[in-house]
């Protein structure tokens, strides 16, 4: 079946440092791909999508390019902030069936210290 | 305007109650879904209803039964709670069943059963 995997947390950085989060994927057919954003408390909103290969994400900084020749989507963000301190989810939606479904990593803590 | 929201945010509960959460969005669209978060934050769909009809049920016991009067309301009953229901319970939306579309989450109903 179609998984999402993320690399482990939590990543803790110094605020203003570089930030790389992967994420890969197992998928048939052509599934659209996110990253989402939950801050402490609050339900998920959406960071970035892509909806075919080689498409690029971007928003508020952040940026990830959809890779099917490395089934991949890495978040990146050239210099985090202490309120970028989250969990983020890379999830996939499945390009058959079209019934919205959402399928999750496991979710990766990024912890921004001043 | 809150385009998701829940209620409540907060249930504590014994084993073997009933309870309900309620989930509504104003945003007009046609698909509605509940997911459930456990203690490690993976996130995993439960249901999906697209214009009232139920599109996806995903090996959730039969304890768990959503209703949607209405396109903008889908809530979620569950009978004889055990502890392992204990979680947080989001509610989302989108546009469409589409698999390219955002959805949008709601703040999410904490579940404590003891």
């Known amino acids: 079946g179609n998984s999402v995997t993320q690399m482990e947390g939590p990543v803790t950085l110094s605020e203003e440092a570089f930030l790389t989060i992967n994420c890969t994927y197992t998928a048939t057919g052509y599934p659209s791909l996110f990253w989402y954003v939950q801050y402490p408390g609050e339900g998920l909103q959406l960071l970035l999508k892509a909806t075919k290969a080689d498409d690029k994400g971007s928003n508020k900084g952040f940026e990830a390019t959809y890779r099917k020749e490395t089934t991949s989507f890495h978040l990146e963000k050239g210099s985090v902030q202490v309120s970028d301190s989250a969990v983020y989810f890379c999830a996939l939606s499945e390009g058959s069936g079209n019934t919205g479904k959402l399928i999750f990593g496991q979710g990766t803590t990024l912890q921004v210290k001043p | 305007d809150t385009a998701v929201s829940q209620t409540p945010k907060y249930l504590v509960t014994q084993m073997g109650n009933d309870k309900s959460i309620k989930c509504e969005q104003n945003?007009?669209?046609?698909?509605m879904y509940w997911y459930k978060q456990d203690s490690k934050k993976f996130l995993k769909i439960m249901f999906s209803?697209?214009?009232?009809?139920?599109?996806i049920n995903e090996t959730v016991p039969n304890r768990f039964s959503p209703k949607s009067p209405d396109k903008a309301h889908l809530n979620l009953h569950i009978n004889s709670l055990e502890l392992g229901d204990s979680a947080v319970y989001f509610c989302?939306?989108?546009?469409?069943?589409?698999?390219?579309?955002?959805?949008?989450f709601g703040p999410g109903t904490r579940l404590t059963v003891t």
């Open positions: 209803y697209n214009n009232k009809e139920l599109i």
């Open positions: 989302a939306s989108s546009l469409r069943t589409s698999g390219g579309d955002e959805q949008y």
């Open positions: 945003l007009g669209h046609d698909t």
